[in-house]
């Protein structure tokens, strides 16, 4: 399919024009690039052996993406049989119901931050739906409270200084916040508290999964996500298919060199589950629904990925592991964030956009945004060529495929 990229570029490069404008996206990645390349550094050299093993992690994600069918067959018996509910989505659209069907209405749900989630628009779906939604992650909940979408994959509100934190968390907590970042994660701290252990429901997405245990491997810092996907009686997983892999060992290695490139010796927090609470103390008979949630839900979607594995330009780039590594090394994202972007960000999120969240309209113009330098590649723990994949995304806007 061709596009007409005048008028698709023209609101586009209004917002690019806007956000280099911007001082305080300036101020913000500056200060977020340094910080960046500086750890990363000091993490390699104390984990020499992570580029070896991005290496092993490359191969082993493109064996998975060639054996996705088997792979998530697989991993829905696993769930299964850990007393949990496996669901396959083929579409966004089928995801946000089965939630839904999980769901209902009026309940209180607390939500760990997704990129897949925001594919979705979920929590304005499931707000839509009479449901009230919090979202954990400090970074995610600044931007609920200012109706901003990420702007990072994972530091999502990079382009927010602790001063309009100040005034926003002042407005919604009806009292002064100072612009004191210690001050402002306590009183969110204090805030979410109650809401984990009043909440019906918890949904978070997953890192990498394993699909011969069930095993969803979550990284985080905060303890949110453990909160979040602990204390609610139903904790719903949110992942797509590309987060497959055989085994346990496997996920593992995914998941070191994920936090290492994200900037990582070792993250605060690994969390492993694959299903229900449970309890085996009394006469050693299994019971489910012990401290933890008493029912685990796992909606696997595919949604553009199966897709994408099909096209040997693009497949590639489902070896993503979204440790946001690339856009800190992007000439054009240091200038404008995530304008550049539609959902997801950067050189690889015009793939992703492409073929996942928004279709050629949305990809073509960050494909000519996208300055083909190359630095993401260099940075990339996959080595995903991006170059290569934004010249054959324009050439498909203007020829068609
Ligand atoms: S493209 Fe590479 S560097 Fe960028 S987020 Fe994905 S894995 Fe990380």
């Known amino acids: 399919m061709t596009v007409d990229l005048r008028k698709d570029f023209v609101e586009y490069a209004k917002s690019l024009n806007n956000a280099c404008a ?15 390349r500086n750890t990363v550094a000091e993490t390699m050299e104390r ?64 939500k760990g931050k997704s990129m897949l989630g925001e594919e979705l628009h979920l929590r304005e779906y499931l707000e839509e739906k009479g449901n009230e939604v919090w979202e954990t992650d400090l970074g995610e909940f600044i931007l609920q409270l200012r109706k901003e979408r990420p702007m990072h994959i994972l530091s999502p509100s990079i382009h927010v200084p602790r001063e309009q934190v100040a005034e926003v968390f002042s407005k919604f907590f009806n009292k002064e ?79 070191e060199v994920t936090w290492r490139y994200a900037q990582y010796g070792i993250p605060g927090y690994v969390n492993i589950v694959s299903g229900p609470s449970k309890t085996g103390d009394i006469e050693k008979v ?34 993503c592991l979204r440790c946001g590594g690339c856009m800190y090394e992007c000439p054009v994202f240091q200038v404008t964030a995530g304008h550049f972007g539609h959902i997801y960000m950067g050189g690889i999120g015009t793939i992703w956009t492409a073929f996942v969240s928004g279709g050629m ?14 630095r993401c590649v260099e940075r990339c723990p996959m080595s995903i060529n991006v170059p290569a994949m934004v010249g054959e995304l324009r050439k498909r806007s203007i020829y068609g495929e």
Request: charged share 25%; glycine share 6%.
């Open 22 to 36: 911007d001082t305080n996206i300036q101020k913000a990645l500056t200060r977020s690039v340094d910080a960046y």
């Open 286 to 319: 299994t019971t489910y629904g012990a401290h933890g949630p008493k029912e685990f839900y796992v909606i696997f979607v595919d949604s553009g990925r199966s897709e994408m594995a099909k096209q040997e330009k693009f497949s590639e780039a489902l070896n």
């Open 47 to 110: 984990f020499p052996h992570t580029p070896a093993l991005a290496e092993e992690v490359r191969e082993l994600k493109c064996q998975s993406m060639a054996n996705l069918d088997k792979l998530l067959e697989t991993a829905m018996a696993s769930v299964e049989r850990n007393k949990g509910k496996a669901f396959y989505a083929k579409d966004h659209q089928a995801a946000l119901e089965i939630a839904l069907g999980i769901i209902g209405t009026n309940k209180t749900i607390v």
């Open 361 to 374: 309209e949305k990809a073509a113009p960050m494909a000519y945004s996208c300055l083909r330098c190359g």
């Open 177 to 255: 916040v100072p612009p004191d970042i210690a001050e402002e994660v306590k009183v969110v701290r204090e805030f979410m508290r109650e809401k984990y252990f009043t909440a019906d429901i918890g949904i978070s997405g997953a890192n990498v999964v394993a699909a011969d245990t069930g095993a969803m491997v979550i990284i985080e810092n905060e303890g949110n996500v453990r909160l979040a996907t602990g204390a609610p009686p139903v904790h719903i997983v949110i992942v797509g298919v590309e987060k497959l892999v055989p085994t346990f060992q496997d996920a593992m290695k995914v998941a």
